[in-house]
């Protein structure tokens, strides 16, 4: 079948590109083969979506051993969906970072491509441990494009970046040793309720998902994201909010999903856990004077958002984190290269040296409006059907006060967006220090505007056409709380 | 039993160099709880059958399991290269900014 053979391909295509870059030497040629790779991932990914659309499970046994034994690649729709919206965000962020210029760095295609390939791969691999490989390979790139640029604070954000996700990895090693050791299996097909049957099993995999929080930047262990990703040159910060802190998300979904069986012992304490990650990411970012300082805030926020259906473990729930987490990743990352454009331009996203950007750059400021509004849940974008149908999720398990502070952290978000948008859009520019001649700073150039126009206006089409995207989280949601269709195909049975 | 008293014993010790200031005690700290996660993959394969994993040479229930000892491998390698890249991130930082400076990131 010719969607099984496309599963092995989505990771080597870019590792394959990646290396063919490292011998381009010609920047143009680089960056034409980066855009062609990533455009070709999202074609094979909107493949994969029609292929999965009904609910199948396309299986790729690599090398042709039998199931159980072959490390097996594994695309339902929750994965295709991922590796879809995954895609679109690679391509848009390369079509970026051509635009800033970052892209002239010699090894930021090939980097950005490897990063990408082991996103791809987590998101299909069905084999945990293969799961621990691909995070590493996405990881290790984003090391170096964080800390590229050598200057000291992008160094101290590496230490921490580093140091973090070394921690988080040694963790998850840990997790995968003592399930192995208890169940003898890294196969997630069979490792199917292992957690839900036997409470060493449990323990184990409980400290996978601790490791795959710490990723995902969840309270307590949110700390480090702030702290980094501001430091990064802004189309990194788009890739990495988009891609990295994603993996972690999405594994959890996977591993609550298919290990513990969705076991109800646990969803207090996970509900209890991504309401503090929903409010202290929205508080923090009060405190924040920098447009992408406030927005990687809300990445953390917006992931307790994300999870908080899968607390809800039912196909309502499940549904509302699936389309959420599409709606977000496409607007978080709108956002930040719209902020990065203006940072870009003006050398600066701090509020109180920005004003007036709205007259100056009228397209700028309608898809910043448009994605901020998205992302607090206004219609008619996809934010809010987002909110509506995770609050609706939360009623409808009378978790009242959960969908109460659902809505109170949305007016939060509202809040920090208008402040964004009075600090850079609107009022007058700031009065320049007198000692400093008025320097005349350029218009925005097109090419910076695009990329953030293009996705609110993907966000605006997903709030319109929302019934489409919506059954396709539904069939997707459908797969996770029964997952038999998965476990079948992944153990070849 | 022994495999548990050492990975209590790295771990220990690792946690207590990752909580120390300097990167590069930190890293050392790293270190230790890689091997610790290490030892925990080879336990995880079953302590008592140590023989090599080669088939026709020993006897299937002596013969110990090879696919944590690949996991040890890989998880060598890996935190290898992200170990040599932290004590070059050490090196880098050394210069440019003293351990306890005020975090710059503040705004007025």
Redesign the interface.
């Known amino acids: 079948m010719t969607a099984s053979a496309l599963l092995p391909l989505l990771v080597a295509g870019p590792l394959v590109g990646a290396f063919v870059a490292t011998g381009l030497t010609r920047p143009a040629a680089r960056r034409a083969l980066g855009l062609l790779v990533s455009a070709a991932v999202l074609a094979g990914s909107v493949l994969l979506v029609m292929a999965t659309r009904d609910g199948q499970v396309v299986v790729a046994q690599v090398a042709g051993w039998p199931g159980g034994i072959a490390i097996p690649f594994a695309a339902d729709p929750l994965s295709a969906l991922m590796v879809l919206v995954a895609s679109l965000l690679v391509t848009t962020c390369l079509a970026f970072a051509a635009a800033t210029g970052d892209d002239l760095d010699r090894w930021f295609v090939p980097l950005a491509l490897v990063l990408s390939g082991g996103v791809y791969g987590a998101f299909v691999t069905a084999d945990l441990?293969n799961l621990?490989?691909l995070v590493?390979v996405a990881l290790?790139p984003s090391?170096?494009l964080l800390?590229a640029g050598?200057r000291?604070?992008q160094?101290?954000a590496?230490?921490i970046y580093?140091?973090v996700n070394?921690?988080g990895?040694?963790i998850l090693?840990?997790g995968?040793?003592?399930l192995?050791?208890v169940t003898g299996s890294v196969n997630l097909g069979e490792l199917a309720g292992a957690a839900a049957d036997s409470n060493a099993a449990a323990l184990a995999a409980g400290v996978v998902l601790v490791a795959f929080g710490v990723k995902a930047a969840l309270v307590p262990a949110h700390g480090w994201l702030p702290a980094t990703y501001p430091s990064a040159p802004p189309a990194v910060t788009a890739l990495f909010s988009g891609l990295l802190t994603k993996i972690g998300v999405y594994a959890i979904f996977r591993v609550y999903a298919v290990v513990f069986d969705g076991d109800a012992r646990l969803s207090s304490v996970l509900l209890v856990v991504f309401l503090a990650t929903m409010v202290v990411g929205v508080l923090g970012a009060l405190g924040e004077?920098?447009m992408r300082?406030i927005l990687v805030f809300h990445m953390i926020s917006q992931v307790g958002y994300i999870l908080l259906g899968l607390s809800f473990f039912g196909v309502l729930g499940v549904t509302a984190g699936i389309f959420y987490f599409l709606h977000n990743t496409v607007v978080k990352a709108s956002l930040l290269l719209t902020a990065g454009a203006v940072e870009t331009t003006h050398g600066t996203d701090?509020l109180?040296r920005l004003g007036g950007l709205a007259r100056r750059e009228p397209l700028l400021a309608v898809a910043f409006f448009a994605a901020a509004v998205s992302l607090a849940g206004l219609p008619p974008f996809s934010g809010f059907v987002a909110k509506l149908v995770l609050v609706r999720a939360a009623f409808a398990e009378q978790a009242y006060l959960a969908g109460g502070l659902a809505v109170v952290v949305s007016l939060f978000t509202l809040l920090s967006m208008m402040k964004i948008w009075n600090g850079v859009f609107w009022g007058e520019p700031p009065d320049q220090p007198p000692a400093e001649p008025a320097v005349e700073v350029p218009r925005i150039p097109r090419s910076l505007v695009w990329p953030g126009v293009v996705l609110a206006g993907v966000s605006l089409a997903v709030g319109l056409g929302a019934e489409l995207v919506l059954g396709l989280s539904q069939t997707a949601a459908e797969g996770l709380v029964d997952p038999s269709d998965y476990v079948d195909a992944v153990s070849g049975r | 039993m022994t495999a548990a008293v050492a990975v209590a014993v790295l771990v220990t010790g690792g946690v207590f160099l990752v909580l120390q200031r300097g990167l590069v005690r930190v890293t050392l700290g790293f270190i230790l709880l890689g091997h610790a996660a290490n030892v925990l993959l080879l336990a995880a394969g079953g302590m008592a059958r140590r023989e090599a994993p080669l088939v026709g040479r020993v006897d299937l229930p002596e013969a110990s399991d090879p696919l944590p000892q690949a996991f040890a491998l890989t998880a060598i390698v890996i935190t290898f290269g992200i170990t040599v890249y932290l004590f070059g991130l050490a090196g880098a930082g050394a210069d440019a900014e003293p351990d306890d400076e005020p975090d710059p990131e503040v705004l007025p």
């Open positions: 441990f621990f490989v590493e290790i090391y170096v800390t050598g000291p604070e160094v101290r590496g230490r580093l140091t070394l921690l990895s040694t090693l840990a995968i040793a003592l192995y050791g004077g920098r300082s701090r109180d």
